[in-house]
């Protein structure tokens, strides 16, 4: 059976993805992965000669940006399923459509995939991860240089400052992954390689993952923030499996606008570590499966804000759930088991809640979608 992942590569300017893409084809080609690559659509249109400038609509460019960038990802996507002797392959898309949300305002933005007839949520949940590699304005600032892309030209705060816009832009993902200037620059790209790894199951997809019981958190704090994202979830549990697995399937979105995913589960000796299986399905699939849902389940009804810390490189989930206003539940992904939380101030931590059953989504399906008191 053919497998097609599509991934993001992006970051702020002089991050490394020219030699970061390099690197993906080189290693995942030794064990077995064909990658495709979609260049930059901004940098293919500016060198074309077609500017920001050149139009009376501020958005024309912008709105043509997007178009191009979503021609080419499905030209890749198409042509990875049609390969013959392909049984994997990568789809590197060296920036996606929200990275030109930081050039612009949310309403602009809306605006632009709104003429091109695609929902916010697609331009976010269509790619399988985004990574970012952080500017080298940032941690190493002696390496900074835009020898390499004459269609750039920032200097170093501009760069640092286009850096946080870019990742903004994609607080709201699911898998969003930030690669900090820490240690050499091989250093970065072996842990830009090592992230990619777990996504794409090699050699197993491992999700490192901490959960915490925390206070009901300020929303319209989280809400005014330019580093979170509000998403609606929906996840309904499914019969299948042995007991040491936990199949889901899950609604996620915005304003109506929704995408779908089938997880497998299977929990290890190490609480914090589980092998991790996604899927995206379609919306049909979505509902067939809902089918085998556990009698006697409720489906977990919950609201996510999802908050890049930049100064740690942690993504915090704190997902919200109707039924309770004096708690919430933090989850944290980590690269290591070694890792430790950075607790920010507009959060109040009660406890860890790691391995305890009492708090897995699945437990509070069965107990009417309600947090354990």
Not at 125 to 151: I, K, M, R, W
Not at 271 to 277: F, N, S
Not at 305 to 314: P, S
Request: net charge negative.
């Amino acid at each position: 059976m053919k497998t097609v992942h599509k991934i993001v590569l992006t970051g702020g300017p002089c991050a490394g993805k020219t030699t970061a893409l390099s690197w993906i084809s080189n290693y995942f080609g030794k064990v077995g992965w064909r990658t495709l690559v979609v260049n930059e659509a901004a940098t293919e249109l500016i060198t074309s000669g077609i500017y920001p400038t050149d139009f009376d609509d501020p958005l024309f460019f912008q709105t043509l940006l997007l178009q191009t960038q979503m021609a080419k990802e499905k030209n890749c996507v198409d042509a990875a399923y049609e390969m013959k002797d392909a049984d994997k392959v990568l789809v590197v898309c060296d920036r996606g459509m929200r990275d030109n949300k930081a050039y612009m305002t949310d309403e602009n933005f809306h605006e632009c995939l709104r003429r091109i007839g695609l929902p916010a949520v697609q331009a976010v949940d269509s790619y399988d991860a985004v990574f970012h590699l952080v500017t080298a304005a940032d941690g190493a600032e002696e390496f900074y240089t835009l020898a390499n892309n004459t269609a750039r030209s920032e200097g170093l705060e501009e760069a640092r400052a286009l850096d946080r816009k870019t990742q903004n832009a994609w607080v709201g993902h699911p898998h969003l992954r930030i690669i900090k200037n820490e240690g050499s620059f091989e250093d970065k790209l072996k842990k830009l390689l090592a992230e990619i790894s777990i996504v794409l199951g090699e050699p197993e997809p491992f999700e490192i993952e901490r959960k915490y019981l925390i206070e009901y958190p300020d929303l319209e704090l989280l809400r005014a923030m330019p580093n979170c994202q509000e998403v609606e979830i929906l996840q309904t549990y499914l019969r299948g499996g042995d007991e040491n697995d936990e199949i889901r399937v899950r609604q996620r979105g915005v304003d109506g606008n929704y995408t779908f995913t089938k997880t497998t589960k299977r929990w290890t000796p190490d609480p914090a570590k589980r092998v991790e299986i996604e899927k995206r399905i379609s919306r049909d699939e979505y509902v067939k499966a809902l089918m085998d849902a556990y009698p006697g389940a409720n489906s977990i009804r919950k609201t996510r804000f999802c908050v890049m810390q930049r100064e740690t490189g942690q993504y915090l989930e704190i997902d919200v759930y109707p039924t309770s206003d004096k708690y919430a539940i933090l989850e944290v992904e980590f690269g290591s088991t070694d890792d430790k939380l950075v607790v920010p101030d507009f959060i109040k931590v009660i406890k860890e809640v790691t391995g305890d059953k009492a708090y897995y989504n699945s437990t509070i399906a069965f107990n009417g979608n309600r947090l354990p008191e």
